[in-house]
T-cell receptor
Framework: SQQGEEDPQALSIQEGENATMNCSYKTSINNLQWYRQNSGRGLVHLILIRSNEREKHSGRLRVTLDTSKKSSSLLITASRAADTASYFCATEIQGAQKLVFGQGTRLTINP | DGGITQSPKYLFRKEGQNVTLSCEQNLNHDAMYWYRQDPGQGLRLIYYSQIVNDFQKGDIAEGYSVSREKKESFPLTVTSAQKNPTAFYLC????????????????FGSGTQLSVL
């Protein structure tokens, strides 16, 4: 099964609302990262949170990490139509030299 | 501009044919990666390389081969042994892993869509 599993698989909200996506993982990690992918394009790094951090902000993005529950959430505030994309969490597993990606949340912002 | 260039954007493979996907970076990164993405799915790691002339298998290496003769280049060959090659292929790079270093982010190319004729 996947190291990172995201919830929900798809989310549709109105412009201006907040969007929350969740990621759960199974093993100990060095860090957890969130990426964004527009349809048919490559991924773009959004934010990295280390295992000893609990919360991080970047513009309209807020990421939390709960290592005791092995989960993370990504909050996008005041959503815009341009935020429509798929969002992936990726975990850097302790002792491994690679990132493991979740299956993503497809976010649609309706104008 | 610095970045990662993948080519071609679209590629078609005939049965029994090997095809090679190109990935070039001018970010001076040591580490490079190949991922496969199937529709509506996450990314699965095919191969990765931490340094020139060295590479390791990822989670789904069967039917694929790579080389890393230059720091800037990490081509992926999809061989005829890969029976289900239709997918979106993504190349990525990171600064590289010095001893004990972690917490690197990946920079991605724009991908190659491979389809079977």
């Amino acid at each position: 099964s996947q190291q990172g599993e995201e919830d929900p698989q798809a989310l549709s909200i109105q412009e201006g609302e907040n969007a929350t996506m969740n990621c759960s993982y199974k093993t100990s990690i060095n860090n957890l990262q969130w990426y964004r992918q527009n349809s048919g394009r490559g991924l773009v790094h959004l934010i990295l949170i280390r295992s000893n951090e609990r919360e991080k902000h970047s513009g309209r993005l807020r990421v939390t990490l709960d290592t005791s529950k092995k989960s993370s959430s990504l909050l996008i505030t005041a959503s815009r139509a341009a935020d429509t994309a798929s969002y992936f969490c990726a975990t850097e597993i302790q002792g491994a030299q690679k990132l493991v990606f979740g299956q993503g949340t497809r976010l649609t912002i309706n104008p | 501009d610095g970045g990662i260039t993948q080519s071609p954007k679209y590629l078609f493979r005939k049965e029994g044919q090997n095809v090679t996907l190109s990935c070039e970076q001018n970010l001076n990164h040591d580490a490079m990666y190949w991922y496969r993405q199937d529709p509506g799915q996450g990314l699965r790691l095919i191969y990765y390389s931490q340094i020139v002339n060295d590479f390791q298998k990822g989670d789904i290496a069967e039917g694929y081969s790579v080389s890393r003769e230059k720091k800037e280049s990490f081509p992926l060959t999809v061989t005829s042994a890969q029976k289900n090659p239709t997918a979106f292929y993504l190349c990525a790079s990171s600064m590289g892993r010095l001893e004990g270093a972690t917490n690197e982010k990946l920079f991605f190319g724009s991908g190659t869509q491979l389809s079977v004729l």
